[in-house]
């Protein structure tokens, strides 16, 4: 398997899904933390995740329609950029549910998990391209374990943080300290996370629309030979 990540695609795209992923799961690891103690209200968190679900059919349905017209790679960036900028807008009051809302919306859409499927597909032919073999197993079972690793250390950094800014396992009551490090870990890490995704992404991922099409042509120009 290991073989594959020579190719700048293959290993460009497992960077940053571990990279994303990892800032991902830190804010999801810390997600309960803020709304018992940020907000001071639980309930509040299955709202959001209710307009969160309901947003991200529609980014599933709209991602492929702008994949196919303006590139996988292009759409991609873009949806990180949207991610990023909504959820920095909520560094003005990480207290206003309405920022919340906003920018649970503008995330639901923006959503990649579908396109990044899609992506992995385009590096799987990417590999049959330069090396006459199909390798879905082996790509997916990188992906996999690529994906793990991001829960794993994605779910342990916010207790580190926690622990560091003071956190008191079974107090109700917790010292101010603590909603410095939830901030960070549901804002601006997985911020600046997703932000060094999106350079690498841009910079490193090089099947761009004009790639995937060529690379498609020559296979099938193979193929009737």
């Not at 309960?32 to 103690?37: E, K, P, Q, R």
Request: hydrophobic share 50%; aromatic share 8%; proline share 3%.
């Amino acid at each position: 398997m290991l073989q594959f990540l020579r190719y700048k695609p293959v290993w460009a795209l497992f960077l940053v899904a571990l990279v994303v992923g990892v800032g991902s799961n830190i804010a999801g690891g810390a997600g309960a933390y803020f709304y018992t103690y940020i907000l001071g209200d639980m309930t509040l968190m299955s709202g959001v995740s209710l307009v969160s679900m309901i947003t991200a059919l529609v980014g599933i349905f709209l991602g492929p329609i702008l994949a196919n017209r303006f590139g996988k790679k292009q759409i991609f960036v873009m949806a990180i950029v949207v991610s990023i900028l909504f959820s920095a807008l909520r560094l003005i009051d990480v207290r206003s549910m309405l920022l919340i809302y906003i920018s649970t919306v503008a995330g639901g859409v923006a959503g990649i998990a579908p396109l990044t499927t899609s992506i992995q597909a385009d590096n799987t032919t990417y590999v049959q391209y330069k090396t006459g073999k199909r390798a879905e197993a082996a790509i997916a079972s990188l992906t996999s374990f690529i994906t793990k690793v991001a829960q794993g250390l994605g779910g342990a950094i916010p207790g580190y943080v926690l622990a560091a800014t003071g956190f008191v396992t079974g107090s109700v009551a917790q010292p101010e300290s603590i909603n410095t490090g939830i901030i960070l870990c549901v804002l601006i890490l997985p911020t600046i996370l997703t932000a060094a995704g999106a350079i690498l992404f841009g910079t490193q991922y090089t099947l761009d629309k004009k790639a995937v099409e060529e690379m498609h042509t020559a296979i099938a120009a193979r193929s009737n030979k």
